[in-house]
């Protein structure tokens, strides 16, 4: 009769299992506490790499135009960032200020009849003109309110920013006697680029959203949906880090536990 040393060693599922819970629990909680420092850290990341981008933007555009002598360089060590956006925001709210007199409306109306007489130059001024009196006015309307249309076919629905309506020239040349009304449909994930139409009002649900939750909607391709709140998913991933941590501490004592109650048995 053999002996109990000579039997072969059999494989313990419960001590495998003690013997993996450790690593699965940390692995676990790693990745989670990676997620949640990515949740934390990314946009902020992004949000200084575009606002440091733009800032020296600005500031390539504005030096070339300010004298050395007023330039923080010239008496420091060290360039100054944002030195040039400083200089722009002041010198476009001098600029304001002396086109509400009437010598600056009289300036700006000569330049307009300079500009009014070059072909190629009218066209892009006047554009450009309206698009901005129209953004910045703060009075309109225009690409502040949002829509659903039915795009690019039956049964699929695109997000559009609802403009004006047609003018009377278009307005006269489009079929049927509805009333028509011109919309932008972004791209994604760029919402700079789309495509404009008109299309009869009726076929446009306007739905109770913002332009910039439309924007980010359409930059994060439906990943971001509106009234969604980041803070929330970070704390998400911060409870279940913590749900995670605590399961682990308490299994780890019930393993260790079980062995020696089966001994006793």
């Avoid at 390539?60 to 008496?75: A, I, N, Q, W």
């Avoid at 100054?80 to 956006?85: E, I, R, Y």
């Avoid at 007489?117 to 001024?125: D, F, H, L, N, Q």
């Avoid at 509106?226 to 299994?251: E, F, H, M, T």
């Amino acid at each position: 009769m053999s002996s109990r040393d000579d039997l072969p060693p059999q494989n313990d599922p419960l001590a495998d299992a003690q013997a993996e819970t450790p690593h699965h629990g940390l692995m676990f909680r790693f990745r989670n506490y990676f997620l949640t420092g990515l949740v934390v850290a990314g946009p902020v990341a992004i949000t200084l790499y575009i606002t440091w981008w733009f800032v020296t933007w600005v500031d390539g555009l504005v030096r070339p135009f300010v004298p050395l002598v007023y330039r923080p360089e010239t008496y420091l060590p060290f360039g100054v960032p944002g030195s040039g956006l400083i200089v722009a925001v002041i010198g476009l709210t001098l600029l304001g200020f002396l086109t509400a007199n009437l010598i600056g409306r009289t300036l700006v109306d000569l330049g307009e009849r300079l500009l009014g007489r070059i072909p190629a130059v009218r066209a892009i001024y006047r554009g450009l003109k309206q698009v901005f009196e129209t953004l910045f006015s703060g009075k309109g309307s225009s690409l502040r309110r949002v829509g659903l249309v039915e795009f690019p076919s039956p049964g699929m629905w695109s997000i559009v920013l609802i403009s004006q309506p047609p003018s009377v020239e278009v307005a006269s040349r489009l079929p049927g006697d509805e009333e028509q009304i011109s919309v932008f449909l972004p791209c994604a994930p760029n919402p700079t680029t789309g495509f404009f139409f008109y299309l009869p009002k009726s076929k446009i649900i306007e739905i109770d959203m913002s332009a910039e939750d439309a924007a980010t909607l359409i930059m994060s391709a439906g990943v971001v949906q509106p009234g969604s709140d980041q803070q929330k998913k970070v704390a998400a991933l911060a409870n279940v880090a913590n749900a995670a941590r605590i399961a682990n501490s308490q299994a780890q004592p019930s393993a260790r536990l079980e062995p020696e109650t089966a001994k006793a048995d």
